[in-house]
C-alpha cells in the first residue's frame, strides 16, 4: 500500500480544458515533487516543494501550475496543455528536500487531444 | 552525453539466469546512487542505494566504480516476479540549486520467461 495517493489515475483532456491533478502524501515527509515520464524518455523532475516553499521550478511551460497548501497536498494545475503533454504524471515525496529516498503516487496518465 | 544513460534493452532471460545492468553517469560531483524498480504502468519503488564498497541484498548486488563513473546491478537466480524495468538513478547531493534532485536514466527492460 503506498503512502502517497494521486488522483485521478486517468484523465483525458482536450486542448482547451482546465484540469487539476492531486497528490497526497501520508507519510510525514517534508518534501514533495513532480515529475513527468513520457515514453522512451526519463523521468523528468517538474517541481520542488520544501515545507510548503516551492524551491525549484524545472523550466516547465506556464500551462502547468503547482500549487502546496499543506505538507501532505500538492496539486498540478493544468490549462491550455498540448497534446505532447500527454505523459504519465509522478507525483514523490521525501523526508526532506534532500533525502535520498523519494516515495512514489501510482501517477495520473494524461492524454490531451 | 547524456546525465544518466542505460541500455535500454530489452533483456530477455529464462528463469534461473544471472543478468547484469550497466549504467554510466557524466557529472563526476555526484553523490548517491540507487537502482529504483519500475514495474509495467506502475510507479517507481526503491530496489537498493549502491555503495562505494558494493552492497548485496539476497540475490542483487550493486557495484559502484566512481573512477569510471559506472554503476552496476546484477541479478542471479532470476524470478518471473523480476520481469520490470530497472532505473538507475543519481543524485548529486549538496545543498544549493539543483543539488540533491534525483536524475533518472531510462531505465533497462527486464523480461524474465519460463
Known amino acids: 500500500e503506498t503512502g502517497v495517493t494521486q488522483t485521478p489515475r486517468h484523465l483525458v483532456m482536450g486542448m482547451t480544458n482546465k484540469k487539476s491533478l492531486k497528490c497526497e502524501q501520508h507519510l510525514g515527509h517534508n518534501a514533495m515533487y513532480w515529475y513527468k515520464q513520457s515514453a522512451k524518455k526519463p523521468l523528468e523532475l517538474m517541481f520542488v516543494?520544501?515545507?510548503?516553499?516551492?524551491?525549484e521550478n524545472n523550466s516547465v511551460p506556464s500551462r502547468f501550475s503547482p500549487e502546496c497548501p499543506n505538507s501532505s497536498h500538492l496539486f498540478l494545475h493544468l490549462h491550455t496543455l498540448q497534446p505532447e503533454d500527454s505523459a504519465l504524471y509522478l507525483c514523490a515525496s521525501s523526508q526532506a528536500r534532500f533525502s535520498y529516498e523519494q516515495y512514489f503516487g501510482p501517477g495520473t496518465r494524461l492524454t490531451v487531444t | 552525453r547524456k546525465e544518466v544513460e542505460q541500455d535500454p534493452g530489452p533483456f530477455n532471460v529464462p528463469e534461473g539466469a544471472t543478468v547484469a545492468f550497466n549504467c554510466t553517469y557524466s557529472?563526476?560531483?555526484?553523490?548517491?546512487f540507487f537502482w529504483y524498480r519500475q514495474d509495467c504502468r506502475k510507479e517507481p519503488k526503491l530496489l537498493m542505494s549502491?555503495?562505494?564498497s558494493g552492497n548485496e541484498d539476497g540475490r542483487f548486488t550493486a557495484q559502484l566504480n566512481r573512477a569510471s563513473q559506472y554503476i552496476s546491478l546484477l541479478i542471479r537466480d532470476s524470478k518471473l516476479s523480476d520481469s520490470a524495468t530497472y532505473l538507475c538513478v543519481v543524485n548529486m547531493g549538496g545543498y544549493g540549486g539543483s543539488q540533491g534532485n534525483l536524475i533518472f536514466g531510462k531505465g533497462t527492460k527486464l523480461s524474465v520467461k519460463p
Open positions: 516543494y520544501s515545507l510548503e516553499e516551492r524551491v
Open positions: 549502491v555503495y562505494s
Open positions: 557529472n563526476s560531483a555526484s553523490q548517491s
